[in-house]
């Protein structure tokens, strides 16, 4: 004898029975618990008129090294840098809002873009956002950009907590590199020995972090 | 009739692994007893192998989970005179830990009648720790010179132990490895030895919250034991609790007066202590 609980999921119509297939979860629905495809550290060092961001360009999947070509590090519009660390999906969907944001600019075409200070603003309440929708974009994000000469770089991490400072570095990175960084900053550095200690502290990340390939975007 | 040394070598070592206090602890927390938050050194601890000896540096700041308990603890302890080991970890354990094994040590030394090696102090070390499966709460950096060369180990709480040119433990590992990773090579001078390490632990006090206050180097060789206390200083207190005297005169004074203390205060002497003698106590 067909019960009620046959009966869920399906609808009768003239006499014929559909099944919707719906069951009812046993689970809650729930989100991003865990990065699934992730990438390692980035690095960013200002120097005198500019700023420089280094990343592996390893995609790692547990502890495969899956992709080992992905970029991790992104351009907004002509003078601004977003670099990412954490889960690689979610950095894409970062990826496509910020085309949004420099589709709009182009829109409104009144000679003033987003600069890279209103860009670090702008991902910081995005992610606080979905932080407290208990619905994390999985990435510690760095943002670098020159405005007039002046050169800027941010942080903005999974939760929502957002900062600048003159050296930055996510994940192992923070631990390895940044005292090297901060030991190696100074206001004058030239172009030529920010990019010289920057591709030190990758060569130590390297040795150190299990998470890492050779190659550096 | 047994030596003295054999005598506690049996008392020494039972045999298994000896979960007693586990269940006293167990029966403890159930009576209500809260448990005691240890004293860890949340610590930056680092050693290297230079051409002619051995550099074990080590940061002085103690914590018991968020506050400083000791602003200037030793972290450098004695095991033998050729051998010093830097302890991370809780400061009971890496304290008593070596301290146990430095007796253990003095008394083989008495038995075979030679300097203590530096791989005897490393099994002592690593049998103890893993006999207790990682909850005697040690991360080590033994170090130290004897008959066979300078000798650099670390020695982890599970008791498993690394032999490495240069090695650094504690929350402040990392930023002291990064130093290291950088700017290591082989056959340094002692010089280029210790100003290596101070830049290591200097990079673990000024980057990790566990780690702070002033650097303590000590350097094994041939000729001996250099042990430095506090060489380098890099956090100073610039400010004192206690301003400094103001100077007589600083202030300036609108009125003045003078009282005789005869005139409110009668002194008298009887006649015993005019006498220089009287009655004193019986203290026999």
Redesign the interface.
Known sequence: MPQLSDLIGSFVDDKICYDTGYQAPSQPATHTTQPIVTGSSVLGLKYKGGVILAADTLGSYGSLARFRDIRRITTVGKNILVGASGDYSDFQKIQELLEEVVAEDYCLDDGRTHTAKEIHSYLGRVLYGRRNKMDPLWNTLVIAGVENGNSFLGQVDLLGTQFEDDTLATGFGSHIARPLLRNAYNENLTEEEARKIVLDCMRVLFYRDARTIIKIQ | AQTMEERAMATERPHGFDFDLCNRNAWLEKQGLKQLKPWSTGTTIAGVVFKDGVVLGADTRSTAGETVADKNCEKIHYIAPNIYCCGAGTAADTENVTGMISSQLELHKFRTGRESRVVTALTLLKSHLFRYQGYVSAALVLGGFDCKGPHLFTVFPHGSTDSLPFCTMGSGS??A???Y??SYKEDMTKEEAMELTK?AIR?GI??DLGSGSNVDLCVITADGVEYMRNMDMPNPRTFTAVPAPFKVGSTTVLKHKVLPLEQSVTITTTEEEEQGGGESMDTS
């Open positions: 990392l930023n490895m990064a130093v990773e950088q830049r990079a000024f980057n």
